[in-house]
């Protein structure tokens, strides 16, 4: 998209691996979380760079994800978290991606498949352990039939044992400590079974910082990567760069006088005389969304019910703003689906000028441009056509991934 784009700071997203590494327990390495098209910032550069920086371990919810890493180059372990499908084994198993278990009537299915494909080496698995995220997973009353079901599916390998936090951002840490509980039982429960898997992972983000006697094999990190804490409370834990810059352009601007309305429902009137400026980026690019808010206290709730009590007499508290050389600029009115309207001021300005957009990661389009930075130089672009399909600069498939396995 024409004057819209995304600047990726690929040293800043190295530094955070780094940061992090620094601060693993020994025995215990990163593994990159680059779901979501690494939340955003562009999985096959985010793992390249990281792969280049000596990182061995990557973790993406689909095979899908998987296929694409393994296609542009990256060598490490892929971990699919999310479930997959028996349609998708045969290319995960030849793409030698290593598969989460957390349903038992996969295992013969699986096992199955994989006899089918004359594979030398068995498929590498890691059990999910479900210990209150109430997601996928084995439940403790579970880990009998598991057991169980394992040995009869000689080609299944037990690679890793895992489970998921699902309030370790939070202060109450009773949760957390209780699923820790959980999991270790249901470990010690598989042991005695006769199950014991090569690498146990439980940390993502906030359980890492919080929680080092947790690290065990692997801490699966994804939000300290590109550069968030994964709650207020953990601000300053770690030295951390910002890797991502969203741009956009002025593409319109003119002077107009006191009273001009603006956008949908004319919710913005200017107070005096200026200049209104038109960058090309709207809604449907990301730019204003924020996921659904759900109070956590009091307090927030607050905040909710005075945001949209004032904006029933038309005052828009915590309305967008942006940066205009240096300057924070406000939206003027609603954010359109492409195109959004700031109202400058009497300013120096000209079309073409830049301004700087807060744009959420995980929700920036990826038809906007992604231009990839490192050493101070772009390395690369990513433009995605419109509704049409990838093509870039400087990617090329590399040759087809030749590990141990079979294709
Ligand atoms: C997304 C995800 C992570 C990474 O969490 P962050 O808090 O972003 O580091 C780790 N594990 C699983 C299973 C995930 O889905």
Partial sequence: MAGTWIEV????????YQEVVKHLRSGARCMAVVKADAYGLGAIEVARALERAGCEAFAVTRVEEGLILREYGIRGIILVLGPTTKQEWPRAIAAQLQLTLSELSWIAE??????????PMPVQVHLKLETGMGRTGFRFSELEQLAISLTKAPQIDVQGVYTHFARAAQRDQRYTLEQYERFSAATIRLEELGICPTWKHVCNSAAFLDYPQW???FVRIGTLL?????????????TLSDP???RSQIVHLRKVPKGTNVGYQSIYRTKSETQLAVIPVGYADGFGLEPHFTPQGWIDFLKIVIKN?????????GQERVELKGRSVRVAGKIGMQLTVLDVGMQDCALGDEVVIPLRRTVANPRISRKYIQGGQILSERILEEGISLVSTE????????????R
């Fill in 9 to 16: 700071d690929l040293d800043a997203v190295v530094r955070n």
């Fill in 110 to 119: 699986l096992n199955e498949s994989y006899s089918e494909l004359g594979c």
């Fill in 215 to 217: 690290h065990h094999d």
């Fill in 395 to 406: 990617y090329s498939v590399v040759e087809e991934f030749t590990g141990e396995g079979c």
């Fill in 244 to 246: 991502w810059v969203a």
């Fill in 226 to 238: 590109i550069g968030h804490y994964p709650g207020q409370g953990f601000s300053g834990r770690l």
């Fill in 309 to 317: 009590l004032a904006a029933l007499i038309g005052v828009f508290l």
